[in-house]
């Protein structure tokens, strides 16, 4: 049985990090080298950046009033952290190719992940897979309760509904050749109140391959649930590990003594 893992997930925007409310609210949180740079020391396991820029170019967006230097690309930021990080990365948002793959491979990653370009163009996932491996795919999946009450899969950064069920997209992208799905709800998303443990369970029983549980952490115990009862394989968060000191250590610690496998 392969150990259970503990991911922060790092939302970028315009090269600064940023906490989300909902997909709606952004606070910047400060330069995410830093970030990269605690979380390296406080034992996660691996480490997820998501970049929600509208752009790819920040430096049209750059100000002088921050007291860090600031990153004008995407492939800028992640060759910093490699140089300091020493747990796997995953990164994500607005891959749309091979190419832009290959690039952040070359600048660091050593996972991708696609979310609105995989639901566009599944034919993508097949081809990553079999140019980079299926361990190196991470296919990442929004969802929000719609107005009839059922879940479904949303893209343009939550803003755009597709019609898609969770479980049948996240089957799909197993058989299309994805390693790992990271499964995010929109609806808890800087909630604080907890995973959507229904959704989890409903996606984790109908696929072979791990799950990252997104969404909703406001306390340790959510991590425990998110494996205990929604059956995730690793468990991610944001908000909640920015403003506590060793944040991912108490969290870990906590895991442990609920009896969670996951490395110390």
Known sequence: ????????????????LVKSIGFKQYQIIGNPKIAIKFFNAWAVDEIIFLDISQTSDYTTLLRAD???KMFETLEEILKESAKIC????????????????????????DKVSINTAAVRQPELISAAAKKFGSQAVVVSIDV???NKGDYEVFIDHGMAPTG?????????????????????????????????????????????????????????????????IGGASAVAAANIFHFTEQSTRHAKKF?????IDIRL
């Open 164 to 228: 898609l069920s969770p479980v049948a997209w996240a089957k799909k992208t197993q058989t299309l050749g994805a390693g790992e799905i990271l499964l995010n709800s929109i609806d808890r998303d800087g909630a604080l109140n907890g995973y959507d443990l229904e959704l989890i369970k409903s996606v984790t029983g109908a696929v072979n391959i791990p799950v990252i549980a997104c969404g909703g952490v406001g306390k340790w115990q959510d991590l425990v649930d998110g494996i205990n």
């Open 1 to 16: 049985m392969l150990k259970k893992r503990l991911i922060p997930c790092l939302l970028l925007q315009n090269g600064q």
């Open 144 to 146: 929000k309760i719609n």
């Open 86 to 109: 020493f747990v796997p990365l995953t990164v994500g948002g607005g891959i749309r190719n091979l190419e832009q793959m290959s690039g952040l491979f070359k600048s660091g990653a």
């Open 255 to 259: 895991m442990v003594d609920t009896g």
């Open 66 to 68: 921050y007291n860090f």
